[in-house]
Nanobody, 129 residues
């Protein structure tokens, strides 16, 4: 059973930066994808960024140029660096995992919630104006 533990959330003013981390454990797959999703109030959980074990990334249009996703395969750690934060970036950020999934550099499969099998508990991000 894959376990995902997020950390790094917090409160920041608009224009500031935060870095989120997700530690994955309990698996031995060599090919997989991991992603970050966020959910604000009663809205649907939306994909923010994803990366596969080959380093292919998918980014939501709303965060391109501001957010960067990276991973340390040896440490099974996923990182989301968030810069130039806006109030609309607020929400609970969830880490997600799917084994045997590769991403297309021109596709958006990494941002589709239904493609993921495992989820973390989430970490709160609040951006004030």
């Amino acid at each position: 059973q894959v376990q995902l533990v997020e950390s790094g959330g917090g409160s920041v003013q608009a224009g500031g930066s935060l870095s989120l981390s997700c530690a994955a454990s309990g698996h031995s797959w060599s090919v997989y994808s991991m992603g970050w999703f966020r959910q604000y109030s009663g809205n649907e959980r939306e994909g923010v960024a994803a990366i596969d074990t080959f380093g292919i990334t998918n980014l939501a249009d709303s965060v391109k140029g501001r957010f960067a996703i990276s991973q340390d395969n040896a440490k099974n750690t996923l990182t989301l660096q968030m810069n130039s934060l806006k109030p609309e970036d607020s929400g609970i950020y969830y880490c997600a995992f799917k084994q045997w999934m590769r991403l297309s550099p021109t596709g958006r499969g990494g941002l589709a919630r239904q493609n993921y099998a495992y989820w973390g508990q989430g970490t709160q991000v609040t951006v004030s104006s």
